[in-house]
């Protein structure tokens, strides 16, 4: 048995009042329960304490950036994270690469009739780390139970405002030739690590999710004051996804060195045995920046300073367009054209 | 066949390509054409259309309110709505019952692989006529498709955004005995419409869901300055939950007459038939308002000038706290305790 996996209620494993029922979502008293043993009493803050039909949030003087989105991973857990500290860095990350300091979160969950309190609980918890790690608050939330089959274990959806930091505005239609290519982590790891995760391939590596917050990363670079031209989290498509946007809306050409971009052997010898590349797999923690040419020492220096973003290094440069988008120099020296990433490779990572 | 099932993709009634697919959720090319083609045209505004990780949003003076719901209805249509109308009107309600005036939301969907694509256009233009009828703007989204039987169809979980209307606040635990309260339609057809539209059911009644928008009677309300105790659109749980949740936070006994409660005859005709009783079957449309002991008139003239609202009736008044906290004067004259709603009755109306 893979101890990532989360099970779903067999008769012998778990009582009946040990997994979510269709009365925790009924709006009458279990759900009062769950609401406040396992959410309110974990989230407590001012605003999700008045508990109204709508959070009334302090005045904000200036512009808000607001994002949203679902999560569906299976299985819920894995290793380096799981389906609730995922929901929650996912979408600070987002803000995060928008330049935005995150402040509020909503949280709504969809939770399939049978999910392990156990495992409810945990996730609850994980949430509760990640937000405290990222001095952000849940101000709303919404809890629906589905019958058995409807859904799969847990659906959650994150909702984040943010004020955005002075200065930070990217847009990858500035990226210029000459500009340089800085990747923040080890790629490929939130990917190959779900893939792992999953029983049916029967695989036993030793590979963890990326899954943490760039905030900080994102905060270094700003106090540093380096210039931004574009910056981005590599998720779904990893990190060809991002080049291959980035090129179309700047009309270059963009060039990275096979060889110097960070990849821990765990996780290439998994994408050997998949035939993956591991540019194509999606990371959680792990974000590409372009920064005008000279800039990348300094950008480099203050990334390194942040554990999240301790790897950093430079791993290509833009050009003027040329035959393709996105080109890889691999072991002969050549620039080969990558893929943009197409095809469902690895439904429900996120 | 029941017109109202939205139906899997069988083999011989839709064509793959008719179809969400797995690669309409990866991120890459069809991922693309469906956010561009469904999604960006139909709800096209200056926000949106920057398309960037997060959305960024003007600035706006004053504190803001905030609300999150999931929507998992089956079927996903049914008369008088659909998940997507559903999924806006339920959202902006609960910012309109606290008071508030929407600006943005976001959109976030969980696809099941082979929901028909005529079926996903067919929601997202509802979703399109009620964001314009309410004047707001959908400003991020998230798109994830899952495979065959992880989920039923289509999930859509909304946040909205808002600024309270100055002086709108209630607060239940304001209500005093000799209060009135309102109701401002006829109750339970949302619940029944969606109990009826199941095919399982093999029930044929003419009950159309008051799925609405109930912003425009909260302006009335306002606008006509009616002091107001407290006000909550009357969904899971129907009337009965929200005069219980009132009666616990404000420490009153809130009686109604069965006699004026607005209920049309289909409706009622199926709650009998069912053996439910029409005042803890949902609403999407209806809300419950108590105000001061003399306002009942102003506020029923208010109400009545919108066509939301048009049935508003006084139903009730509190009381100082008797036996029970929410109790039913019934045909014979006598006060009968009205139990607060428990149990999963109907899961999956909203």
């Known amino acids: ?20 029922s269709l009365e925790h979502g009924d709006g009458a008293g279990l759900t009062r329960q769950l609401i406040h043993q396992q959410i309110r009493s974990k989230f407590a803050n001012p605003i999700l304490d008045r508990l109204g039909d709508a959070a009334s949030l302090p005045t904000v003087t200036g512009p ?3 994002t949203t989105d679902s999560f569906v991973v299976s299985p819920l857990f894995f290793p380096g994270g799981d389906i609730g500290s995922l929901a929650i860095t996912g979408t ?22 049978g999910l392990p309190l156990r495992e409810f609980e945990r996730v609850m918890e994980s949430i509760r780390q990640v937000t405290q790690q990222a001095g952000i608050m849940i101000v709303a939330g919404d809890t629906k139970v589905v019958p058995r089959g409807v859904t799969d274990k847990l659906f959650i959806t994150t909702t984040a405002l943010g004020t955005p ?11 210029q030739p000459g500009d340089r290519i800085l990747v923040t982590g080890s790629i490929a790891q939130h990917g190959m690590a779900i893939m792992a995760a999953r029983d049916s391939l029967g695989i036993q590596a030793d590979i963890r999710s990326d899954c943490g917050l760039l905030l900080p990363a994102v905060q270094a670079l700003h106090a540093a004051q380096i210039p931004i031209r574009a910056m981005r989290d590599a998720t779904r498509g ?25 990849l821990n052997d765990a996780t290439r010898g998994m994408c050997e045995l998949l035939g993956l590349d591991p540019l194509m797999v999606a990371n959680e923690g792990t974000m590409v920046v ?20 301790r790897k950093a290094t430079v791993i290509g440069q833009a050009h003027p367009r040329d035959i393709a988008p996105v080109t890889v120099i691999r072991s002969l020296g050549r620039d080969i054209p990558l893929d943009e990433p197409a095809g469902a490779g690895l439904p429900r990572i996120c």
Chains 1, 2 share one sequence.
Do not use: K
């Open 1 to 20: 048995m893979n101890l990532y996996d989360a099970n779903h209620c067999p008769v012998n494993q778990f009582a009946d009042s040990e997994c979510i």
């Open 290 to 309: 372009v920064v005008p040419d000279g800039w990348e020492a300094a950008a480099l220096a203050a990334l390194r300073d942040v554990p999240i973003s």
């Open 64 to 66: 808000l950036a607001m």
């Open 238 to 262: 990893g990190v060809a996804a991002v080049l291959h946007e980035w090129a179309a809306q700047a009309g270059v050409t963009l060039t990275i060195d096979h060889g110097q971009v960070p």
């Open 165 to 175: 930091l002075a200065g930070l505005g990217s847009d990858p239609r500035s990226i």
């Open 92 to 113: 600070l990350n987002d803000l995060a690469v928008a330049g935005a300091q995150p402040l509020w979160v909503s949280l709504a969950l969809i939770i399939e009739e």
